[in-house]
């Protein structure tokens, strides 16, 4: 796993090499951008090299060319970024959904315990437990998909409550 740094404003994720793809596509427009620029120059020096009107070449489907290139660019780069944005969603919709069934999960077992007085220092124990487990559960949980971020940043019951439950059991 790559850990980022993202520096004090988030700027220095830009120019880190690490884990970049700029080195990765400089590989393709390098070459690309000596051959446009190579391009460039024969097309707007093309009036030197043909001695007559009826020699130079007619750069008209050039236009069309162009037009379909970046149509393409700016259909590709619209459909990426629209499929990170729903990733995105989904991951989070995702996370909430499993908080909201746990949450169930331990409220149901909450809801079922006995309630018969002789019994309620057991219960509360067992309850005791039940929350602070859930509570430890979500927080691994999360911390298994925050990326970059400190792992003492998340809160949770304290577990040095639920020793203090366990060992008197």
Known sequence: MINYNFGTYGLAI?????????????????????????????????????????????????????????????????????????????GLSELMRTRTVWLNAASNLIAFTSRDEKKKFETREFEQIIIRLFSLLYCVAVQQVAFGMDKDSFTFLRVRDLTFWIQRA
């Open 14 to 90: 830009l120019f880190q090499c690490q884990g970049s793809v700029f080195a990765r596509t400089l590989t393709v427009a390098v070459p690309v951008a000596i051959i446009t620029g190579i391009c460039h120059w024969a097309f707007n020096n093309s009036g030197e090299i043909w001695k007559t009107e009826d020699e130079k070449p007619e750069f008209k489907g050039l236009v069309s060319l162009w037009g379909t290139f970046t149509f393409t660019l700016g259909f590709l780069l619209v459909f990426r970024t629209q499929i990170a944005y729903q990733r995105y969603w989904n």
